[in-house]
């Protein structure tokens, strides 16, 4: 003897709809291929010999949310000690480098720096 099994008929499913929070939200993603088209300035981090070094002072983005993700992986001094040679480039890293009277109070303070820099901080506290 075979027995049937009645299948229960779901309403058909609704598209969900915007949370009222979101109804400014543009349609249109965020398109990471247009050009930015901005200028930046520069922030100066140390000086030298009478030369000042500086960096953008709109690093790119992905510092940010690269430091952010390594914080979570490895800490905040590990995030630090990665993020800021890449935020520095390789001719400030050389620069810091060969300076055999650099001090670990120097660098921690230029570290310290460009952090703030990367997380767009220190246009804040020197009062821009």
């Known amino acids: ?14 598209p969900a709809q915007r949370p009222k929070e979101l109804e400014q939200l543009p349609s249109e993603p965020v398109d990471l291929d247009a050009p930015s088209g901005a200028e930046y300035d520069e922030i100066p981090v140390f000086t030298l010999k009478g030369k000042t070094y500086s ?25 630090q000690a990665m993020i800021v040679p890449e935020a520095l480039g390789p001719e400030l890293m050389a620069v810091l480098m060969d300076h055999e009277n650099l001090t670990p109070e120097q660098l921690a303070e230029i570290s310290q720096r460009v952090m703030r820099i990367v997380f767009n901080q220190a246009q804040d506290d020197e009062g821009n």
């Open 1 to 14: 003897m075979t027995t049937t099994k009645k299948t229960q008929r779901r309403p058909a499913r609704q």
């Open 55 to 79: 960096i953008t002072d709109r690093p790119r983005a992905n510092l940010a949310l690269k430091s952010l993700w390594l914080m979570k992986q490895h800490g905040e001094e590990q995030a």
